[in-house]
């Protein structure tokens, strides 16, 4: 059973900086590409970045592009996302998930498998 633990959310100003863990277990970590999207209370889940099975490449939204940077730990089984520069509109849940098929980076939920728990980040101004 595949089991995903987010961790390292919490309350900051604007313009400070989290880094987030997703600790995999259950699963061949090294195996499966990742993801992190997040959702906002009255908004659906979207995409924020995601990464391949060696962690050679990785894709980004457009409102995070230059600001955080997704990278993979095969050997710890866990995925990191640093978030820089953070803006009150980055407040949400952001969750962790599985690729289900592919070693490639995705930005489609559809293409994910397993989730975590999520979570929260909160961004004051």
């Known amino acids: 059973q595949v089991q995903l633990v987010e961790s390292g959310g919490g309350l900051v100003q604007a313009g400070g900086s989290l880094r987030l863990s997703c600790a995999a277990s259950?699963?061949?970590?090294?195996?499966?590409?990742m993801g992190w999207f997040r959702q906002a209370p009255g908004k659906e889940r979207e995409f924020v970045a995601s990464?391949?099975?060696?962690?050679?490449?990785?894709g980004y939204a457009d409102s995070v592009e230059g600001r955080f940077t997704i990278s993979r730990d095969n050997a710890r089984n866990t995925v990191y996302l640093q978030m820089n520069s953070l803006k009150p509109e980055d407040t949400a849940g952001y969750y962790c998930?599985?690729?289900?098929?592919?070693?490639?980076?995705?930005?489609?939920?559809?293409?994910?498998?397993?989730w975590g728990q999520g979570t929260q980040v909160t961004v004051s101004s």
């Open positions: 259950g699963l061949t970590f090294s195996r499966y590409a």
């Open positions: 998930a599985v690729r289900k098929y592919g070693s490639t980076w995705s930005r489609d939920p559809a293409d994910f498998g397993s």
């Open positions: 990464i391949s099975v060696s962690g050679s490449s990785a």
